[in-house]
């Protein structure tokens, strides 16, 4: 079984600040990790995704999250934040099957100007 | 490719009453998700198609709950004797299985929202 939990439910930031969305997992096989942002009215998009090799991994908007084995964590972060970063982050784990998405409560993030 | 696509993107219906959803994915994806999602929470996994075969049910909530995949492209999700309970968004995702285990993407619908009075 896995599961995954995400410590801050909401995390209120100013602009240009920076903010780290903590991720923590427990799983007995190996896993791949994925961050979904939801906008306001919006699906669910891929934001990033680690499957293997480096454990740092990047979008094209600045976030980025490393993958941490030995304190199972897959932390997001950014140095600068904008109003429109202001969205719901879902942290989400699958196995090798990738029959299932598992996901964390969400954080919301509210950029402040 | 206009992504995946859910209808109706919004239901209202009475206690006791039957509704369903469909959601038509992306059109070459073979995989074929269902979520639920309350409110103030993550999305719940219900479960999954590859092409038409239902590989995942386990998940499903009740046996009011069932989804179909006929033909290996839409599905429905259908909840009889709906309960004021069932108020969720319901998602549907699919992706592109080409033997990548765990990595393939899933990408989302908009959600069918809920309401059971």
């Known amino acids: ?113 | 490719d206009t992504g995946v696509s859910q209808n109706p993107r919004h239901k209202i219906t009475k206690r006791g009453q039957n509704v369903t959803f469909r959601c038509d994915p992306i059109s070459e994806h073979n995989r074929l998700y269902w979520y639920r999602q309350t409110l103030g929470q993550g999305p719940e996994f219900l479960t999954y198609f590859q092409n038409e075969a239902q590989l995942e049910k386990s998940r499903l909530l009740s046996d009011r709950f069932s989804a179909e995949r006929p033909k290996g492209s839409f599905s429905t999700l259908e909840i009889q004797r709906t309960e004021q309970g069932d108020s969720a968004m319901y998602l549907c995702a699919s992706s592109l299985s080409r033997g990548q285990g765990g990595g393939n993407e899933q990408f989302f619908g908009p959600g069918t929202r809920l309401t059971v009075l």
């Open chain 1, 1 to 113: 079984a896995q599961s995954v939990t995400q410590l801050d439910s909401q995390v209120p930031v100013f602009e240009e600040a920076p903010v780290e969305l903590r991720c923590n997992y427990s799983s007995s096989v190996s896993v791949y990790l994925f961050w979904y942002v939801q906008y306001p009215n919006q699906g669910l998009q891929l934001l990033l995704k680690y499957l293997s090799g480096s454990t740092l991994v990047e979008s094209i908007n600045g976030f980025e999250a490393e993958f941490n084995k030995s304190q199972t964590s897959f932390h997001l972060r950014k140095p600068s934040v904008h109003i429109i970063d202001t969205a719901e982050y879902f942290c989400a784990v699958t196995n090798n099957a990738g029959n299932m998405l598992t996901f964390g409560g969400g954080t919301r993030l509210m950029v402040k100007p």
